[in-house]
């Protein structure tokens, strides 16, 4: 009877809790503006699920060595985002992250849903670097221009490798993921190389560039059921 009310206790923890996996470490780096606290940003994610990521940036505290984590997970009805403390040792010594309800700061996906119908992605030509040539697809507003300018609207370009056809696609912007949930079938997959923005009047006014992928195994582990 009591090996069995352990076994129930420990099925409950595990059923109480979701876990989500990464297998790689993306790092890149702003070409226009380094100067911001996440100019620089490095993403944990899973190549075969897109709806959740992790971003490791430097902590606002100066007076501890550590690293704040951001992780979205885009396909709750409630966008759950984490801002956690976490030494840096302890972060690359470990395998799994826990955290707790406290750390969850929740957001409607709703709103997030409905935006996407202000969206469509559309694909350009490729760009060739190097000789080489990569997918170039970009998500603009369905808005006049004289909204986007009102509004500073922006355009997310995307460039694309093609020789890794087995990552999905990686939005690290809830409204941008929604919009692909809508097309996704014309979106090619691929490791994003590049990623830019430009304005009303087609200026390039931040370009992110990857300049390391690395594989990993961790995960992070959070209660189920958090209100």
């Not at 100067?35 to 699920?49: E, F, Q």
């Not at 971003?55 to 704040?68: A, C, P, R, V």
């Not at 490729?126 to 970009?138: E, F, G, L, N, R």
Request: glycine share 2%; hydrophobic share 35%.
């Amino acid at each position: 009877m009591k090996k069995l009310l352990i076994l129930l206790l420990f099925s409950q923890i595990i059923y109480a809790q979701k876990t989500y996996k990464f297998d790689y470490i993306l790092e890149y780096k702003n070409k226009i503006d380094s100067t911001k606290l996440i100019s620089n940003p490095t993403y944990l994610i899973n190549s075969k699920a897109n709806n959740y990521y992790m971003l490791i940036h430097n902590s606002l505290k100066k007076d501890t060595l550590s690293i704040g984590l951001q992780f979205g997970n885009m396909d709750l009805e409630k966008n759950s985002v984490i801002y956690s403390d976490v030494s840096i040792r302890k972060f690359n010594e470990n395998e799994s992250i826990s955290v707790t309800c406290e750390a969850l700061l929740n957001s409607s996906s709703k709103l997030y849903k409905e935006k996407a119908k202000e969206y469509f992605f559309e694909i350009l030509k490729d760009t060739i670097i190097d000789s080489v040539a990569y997918y170039h697809y970009t998500i603009k507003s369905k808005k006049s221009v004289k909204y986007q300018k009102r509004n500073k609207i922006s355009q997310f370009h995307y460039i694309v490798d093609k020789n890794a056809s087995s990552f999905l696609p990686f939005f690290d912007h809830p409204t941008v993921y929604e919009t692909w949930k809508l097309d996704k079938n014309n979106i090619p997959n691929g490791i994003l190389k590049i990623k830019y923005t430009t304005n009303w009047e087609h200026k390039i006014t931040n370009k992110w560039v990857l300049e390391k992928i690395t594989p990993i195994k961790k995960e992070v582990i959070i209660p189920e059921n958090c209100d």
